[in-house]
């Protein structure tokens, strides 16, 4: 079975535009949330989705938007962005075991903002 | 407070030998999990171990185990025979809440400690 995919990779934008990130969680997870990690620092919390619904938010301003589609997959929107935005974005998906909660991550994508 | 703590911010083990990497938390929530993640330089975050707060065992994954106390709020990952491919960045995270509750899918991180395996 395939990983949590994300696309792109990498990226590049300039300060004040909008960017599109997607991820496609591992076939049958229907949980998948996103994390901001930033160069010497370990993830940072910015959604979670669940069955299509927003679960929870991390301390993220408004310019954050996520949303989940019908077949799980989910896009993580920035709009105007800042210099400050510049880093890996994760995705992962997640489901429960009989041990407990196990989460998956892709290889992110990576985003600079010039 | 912070969260999750990890003191170590770089350690050095010999190949073939066994290392510990720290790990305290805090959190008044008494149904919570605990991860640990390795990074390598590719950037990718792979799943090496998982222990819930009610797990009477430590939990182990091959080469992985988790030192669970809880009383001392402390989940150190033991790696054993340490091979020259575990040279990574090796982040701790916990969930408090219930698996499958509202806190579903969201971590907090320590800020990692990097690893290397000298041959």
């Known amino acids: 079975d395939a990983g949590v995919t994300q696309s792109p990779t990498h990226l590049i934008k300039t300060r004040g535009q909008h960017v599109t990130l997607r991820c496609s969680p591992i076939s049958g997870h229907k949980s998948v949330s996103w994390y901001q990690q930033v160069l010497g620092q370990g993830p940072q919390f910015i959604f979670q989705y669940y069955e299509k619904e927003e679960r929870g938010r991390g301390n993220f301003p408004d310019r954050f938007s996520a949303r989940q589609f019908p077949n799980y997959s989910s896009e993580l929107n920035v709009n105007a962005l800042l210099l400050g935005d510049s880093a890996l974005y994760l995705c992962a998906s997640s489901f429960l075991t009989g041990m407990g909660e196990k989460l998956f991550f892709g290889s992110g994508t990576q985003l600079s903002v010039l | ?119």
């Open chain 2, 1 to 119: 407070a912070q969260k999750i703590t990890q003191t170590q911010p770089g350690m050095f083990v010999q190949e073939k030998e066994a290392v510990t990497l720290d790990c305290t938390y805090d959190t008044s929530d008494p149904s919570y999990g605990l991860f640990w993640y390795k990074q390598p330089s590719s950037g990718e975050m792979i799943f090496l171990i998982y222990q819930g707060s009610y797990d009477q065992q430590n939990a182990t994954e091959g080469r992985y185990s988790l030192n669970f106390q809880k009383a001392r709020k402390s989940a150190n990952l033991v790696i054993s025979a340490s091979q020259l491919g575990d040279s990574a960045m090796y982040f701790c995270a916990m969930r408090e809440g219930n698996a499958g509750g509202t806190s579903y899918g969201k971590l907090t991180f320590g800020q990692g400690t990097i690893l290397t395996v000298h041959p």
